[in-house]
């Protein structure tokens, strides 16, 4: 696990640890030290650590005047055991609604594994950037996780899968994808 880096090619256009709205605003990164471990397996230092021992992430791009994020992931999403939808809600996704982030991009393909639970924070997070004219949207993320999130009924509050399996995510540049991904969800809303 250690050598799955998050994406670094967006980092000329945009540096959490340099922009004084987000959530990693001023995080030193040392990448000569290997600290953080999911289930014992060190991970690479630029992962960032939302509070959850298995689920970490990096915010690959974030734009204010349009109002939204990328935000890649890397572990196991458990809200079973950790909670980690809360954990995220609470420590970060909050914090970027409060700077006018409504429309979030997760990018999974490094989620290993989804393990489900009740559906009451992926509602109060859907309501909210509805209520503001957003949407949240996964692409990349594994098939067997978004059938096990279908399971638990967050299909309801995620738009995933279909024209939204974009894996060449990675050819774009932020804002392209911002606009690819806009447009497949509006048609799906109308």
Same mark, same amino acid.
């Given at each position: 696990?250690?050598?799955?880096?998050?994406?670094? &090619?967006? %980092?000329?256009?945009?540096? /959490?640890? !340099?922009?004084?709205?987000?959530? =990693? =605003?001023? #995080?030193?990164?040392?990448?000569?030290?290997?600290? !953080?471990? *999911?289930?014992?397996? $060190?991970? +690479? /230092?630029?992962?960032?650590? *939302?509070?959850?021992?298995?689920?970490?992430?990096?915010?690959?791009?974030?734009?204010?005047?349009?109002? =939204?994020?990328?935000?890649?992931?890397?572990?196991?999403?458990?809200?079973?055991? &950790?909670?980690? @939808?809360?954990?995220?809600?609470?420590?970060?996704?909050?914090?970027?609604?409060?700077?006018? *982030?409504? #429309?979030?991009? %997760? @990018?999974?393909?490094? @989620?290993?594994?989804?393990?489900?639970?009740?559906?009451? $924070?992926?509602?109060?997070? =859907? !309501?909210?950037?509805?209520?503001?004219?957003?949407?949240?949207?996964?692409?990349?993320?594994?098939?067997?996780?978004?059938?096990?999130?279908?399971?638990?009924?967050?299909?309801? $509050? *995620?738009?995933?899968?279909?024209?939204?399996?974009?894996?060449?995510?990675?050819?774009?540049?932020?804002?392209?994808?911002? +606009? #690819?991904? +806009?447009? %497949?969800?509006?048609?799906?809303?109308?």
């Amino acid at each position: 696990m250690h050598q799955i880096e998050p994406y670094y &090619n967006w %980092l000329k256009y945009y540096n /959490p640890a !340099e922009d004084d709205r987000s959530p =990693f =605003f001023g #995080k030193q990164y040392n990448f000569d030290v290997y600290s !953080e471990t *999911i289930y014992g397996y $060190y991970i +690479d /230092p630029a992962w960032d650590n *939302i509070g959850s021992e298995t689920l970490f992430i990096k915010i690959l791009y974030t734009d204010y005047q349009q109002g =939204f994020t990328i935000i890649e992931f890397i572990g196991e999403w458990n809200d079973a055991i &950790n909670n980690d @939808i809360m954990t995220l809600k609470r420590n970060i996704i909050e914090a970027m609604m409060a700077e006018g *982030i409504f #429309k979030f991009i %997760l @990018i999974g393909e490094n @989620i290993m594994n989804f393990h489900g639970s009740d559906d009451s $924070y992926y509602e109060e997070w =859907f !309501e909210e950037v509805e209520d503001e004219g957003g949407w949240i949207a996964a692409i990349s993320f594994p098939d067997f996780v978004f059938a096990e999130m279908s399971r638990f009924r967050l299909d309801h $509050y *995620i738009l995933s899968g279909g024209t939204l399996s974009i894996d060449n995510w990675r050819t774009f540049q932020p804002t392209i994808l911002f +606009d #690819k991904v +806009d447009g %497949l969800v509006q048609r799906r809303l109308n």
